[in-house]
């Protein structure tokens, strides 16, 4: 709609629909107004008395639904200038009562057009694009480019302005760390209680997951006992746990370590709904293992107002995952407050920024193109390929049961993913043997969420503002278990790279170098790359990864790697 002609010829063809003369001409967006001024410039070069309306927006949705006064519908002619469904217009029809002959839709995809005048059928896309051109339409929560980690990119007021679209590249530096990230590792890795669990319906894992019962450390232990005899008052008379494991053991924890308190009473967070009301004499200490939005406290402190009444509540919180550290201290706050003078208190032991994860994970993308795979390379690549990839499905499907050595491919070579003895966000001197991969995703996993929600965020995704994490970066951080992590944590929209040149063509260049080098320690995540670019989570421009894949292919190869090489050329051969 930004040139005359264009402008001029939508008003031709709406020409025939302006057989009578109208008060009023309302669009739905001002944005095809000038389409209105054309069409009675026209009529009236065509007949020169012929009245000029006036021309006025009925704010689409918004004025059907009230925010406009259709004053004279009988005399009104409107346009309406995109549609998928056809519901505009008939809203319009039904509840403005604007005969069905006054009301045109420039461009639609509805199926059923019954009523409808449409300018321009765009639902007949097989003879307008040709054959296996398809047109969908999807609520955001239901859309599977979003479920794969989309970036969605937004209108704003009437128009998309792609050209002012920035992309920017964002280093990650060892101060982009959260506030006791390297403390908290220093104290927990190597213990196998870092990985992840399956949530929302997620067909792999999807949900970073904090393993409490095998971090009740010797140091654990003193801070969580210490906590104790600073909060718990001398009043305190149950310890309520919140119903799982971890939660009893810190119930358990706190008694044992106030042996002063005689008759302290020890409850399943369950009973409360049974007490009575004022049915509890002191202070009330809430126990939980971990915790991540805080519901569950939330629903506690609900359940704790008639028994309890205005008595002291001491929540004591093992482990906290939040995407920012404010997010903790709002949920503190929260259940802090007290019609009294007295405040409540929360306490967490060990906060951890990570992520709360909502689309569709690494693994679950991985887990959907395998199965897709897996009958055609039983079928046409041989057995290697096929028991490659059911070897690497089971390792999917236990990484929800405690396992935490099999979040990434093993390198070309046959062998797991190594972490050398310098890593940015640790503390020197821990023992790489030690490491779990569970520790080093975890790791990025909350550093990245960080740089997204933290106090001084740089992962920034708006409408108009586009970051991703700078190519050098996987050159920067070169051992394969860190590179498998970032690619692993990010998000799609952060490892896409075809809008910014220099940042796809240096991505490619490392590509090469990984795939070329695929025996050494430099292409020790070639797979976990190429996977990431055959499941589409990263992104390149079409010329550079085709110069990327197009090394030497020799026998010598494993399977999975020159297959994942040939798919990834596929993709960009369409």
């Excluded at 193109?369 to 999917?396: C, F, H, N, P, T």
């Excluded at 740089?458 to 970051?467: I, P, R």
């Excluded at 020790?524 to 190429?530: D, I, K, R």
Aim: aromatic share 6%; glycine share 6%.
């Amino acid at each position: 709609m930004a040139c005359g002609p264009e402008v001029t010829f939508i008003a031709i063809g709406l020409l025939p629909f302006l057989e009578k003369r109208y008060a009023y001409i309302c669009v739905d967006t001002s944005s095809i107004a000038p389409i209105a001024y054309a069409l009675i410039q026209l009529r009236q070069a065509l007949e020169p008395d012929y009245p000029t309306p006036t021309i006025d927006s009925f704010l689409s949705w918004k004025g059907v639904q009230g925010d406009y006064s259709f004053s004279l519908p009988k005399e009104t002619f409107a346009l309406v200038s995109a549609s998928t469904s056809g519901n505009l217009a008939h809203e319009l029809i039904r509840s403005i009562r604007l005969p069905s002959s006054q009301v045109v839709t420039l461009y639609s995809l509805a199926e059923d057009r019954r009523g409808l005048q449409i300018l321009s059928d765009l639902s007949r896309v097989d003879s307008l694009l040709g054959p296996g051109a398809n047109l969908e339409e999807h609520r955001e929560r239901d859309c599977p480019l979003c479920a794969r980690g989309s970036q969605p990119v937004h209108f704003v007021g009437d128009q998309f302005l792609a050209d002012d679209i920035r992309h920017n590249p964002v280093q990650v530096l060892a101060k982009d760390a959260p506030k006791h990230l390297a403390s908290f590792m220093q104290a927990y890795h190597g213990r196998k209680a870092l990985g992840m669990n399956i949530t929302h319906g997620g067909v792999a894992v999807n949900t970073y997951h904090i393993g409490v019962e095998k971090l009740q450390t010797d140091a654990f232990r003193v801070k969580f006992s210490k906590a104790c005899r600073r909060h718990i008052p001398a009043s305190a008379t149950k310890v309520v746990h919140i119903s799982d494991s971890p939660s009893v053991l810190l119930a358990q924890m706190a008694v044992e370590a106030l042996p002063g308190l005689s008759g302290i009473e020890i409850i399943d967070q369950s009973i409360l709904a049974r007490e009575e009301k004022n049915s509890i004499a002191g202070a009330v200490v809430v126990t939980a293992g971990c915790t991540s939005s805080g519901s569950v406290l939330h629903a506690v402190s609900r359940d704790l107002r008639d028994p309890a009444g205005d008595l002291p509540r001491i929540y004591l919180v093992g482990f906290a995952k939040h995407s920012h550290l404010q997010a903790a201290q709002t949920l503190a706050s929260d259940l802090a407050y007290s019609s009294t003078d007295y405040k409540h208190h929360m306490e967490i032991i060990e906060p951890m920024v990570l992520p709360l994860t909502s689309t569709m994970s690494a693994w679950e993308a991985e887990r959907n193109y395998l199965v897709k795979m897996s009958d055609i390379w039983g079928v046409d690549e041989g057995a290697a390929l096929s028991d490659a990839a059911e070897a690497r499905l089971a390792q999917i499907d236990n990484l929800a049961d405690e396992d935490v050595e099999h979040f990434f491919w093993e390198s070309p070579a046959g062998t797991a993913l190594p972490l050398r003895k310098t890593f940015a966000f640790w503390t020197p001197g821990y023992e790489p043997k030690d490491v779990s991969q569970g520790d080093v995703l975890m790791t990025i996993a909350s550093v990245l969420e960080n740089m997204r929600n933290g106090p001084k965020p740089k992962l920034v995704n708006t409408a108009f503002h586009h970051s991703v994490i700078a190519p050098s970066m996987f050159g920067r951080y070169n051992d394969g278990i860190i590179q498998a992590a970032f690619l692993r944590a990010a998000h799609p929209h952060e490892l896409d790279y075809p809008a910014d040149a220099s940042s796809s063509n240096t991505m490619a260049k490392l590509l090469r170098t990984i795939l070329e080098e695929w025996k050494g320690p430099r292409g020790e995540a070639a797979l976990e790359f190429l996977m990431s670019i055959a499941t589409g989570r990263l992104r390149i421009k079409s010329n550079d990864l085709l110069a990327a894949l197009n090394i030497e292919m020799t026998a010598e190869m494993p399977p999975m790697l020159s297959h994942l090489i040939a798919e990834c050329k596929k993709i960009v051969e369409g």
